[in-house]
């Protein structure tokens, strides 16, 4: 699938980051993003996989968040995914949706960073500790105000993994631990 620069909500949460359309397009020496999950991967009773590889950088903050805490995370995780390359798949069950990626920047803190110093709207997301597993990847995690939303930013071998999903944990965990897994070797 060609590489091409679009907006996008699938590396973000609740609409927090757009991917592209304000950003220059990436090099054309730019790494490949890592691979990500098939379709047979996904936990069960996930249906309608689809794919698409995008390039561009964290171009805008959508909530309007003018604060300079926020515009300095909007500058500092635009500067770590110039260039880069993302791979992402998207899936759902009933009305629940699961999103992994996989982007060829090391960029997983300044992903993070966003949640931590943007405002959301009226949703909010809070940090959550990482599993004993997943502990030496110094993940970012974090859970929306509500409980049903699930975001993760992993560095992992000069790459990240993005994983979002909206309905129960365990589909999220599986996810996390596969892609990591996945994006490690």
């Known amino acids: 699938m060609k590489a091409r620069s679009v907006r996008s909500t699938l590396i973000g949460a609740a609409s927090v980051l757009v991917i592209g359309a304000l950003a220059a397009p990436g090099p054309a020496s730019a790494a490949p993003p890592p691979a990500v999950l098939t379709a047979a991967d996904l936990p069960a009773g996930y249906t309608g996989y689809r794919t698409k590889v995008q390039s561009g950088e964290v171009a805008m903050v959508p909530s309007g968040d003018t604060s300079a805490r ?34 060829s ?29 997943l502990a030496r990847f110094a993940p970012r995690l974090y859970w929306d105000s509500a409980g049903d939303e699930r975001v993760a930013y992993v ?12 309905g129960p944990a365990e589909p999220f965990w599986e996810t996390l631990r596969k892609q990591v897994a996945l994006t490690d070797r």
């Open 155 to 166: 560095t992992v071998r000069n790459a990240t993994v993005v994983v979002r999903t909206v």
């Open 105 to 133: 920047a090391p960029a997983g803190a300044q992903l993070g960073d966003l949640l931590d110093r943007c405002s959301t709207g009226d949703r909010t997301f809070r940090p959550v500790a990482a599993p004993a597993d």
């Open 70 to 103: 926020c515009l300095d995370a909007t500058a500092a995780a635009a500067t770590a995914t110039r260039g880069a390359q993302s791979r992402e798949a998207s899936a759902q069950r009933d009305r629940f949706t699961l999103m992994v990626a996989a982007l």
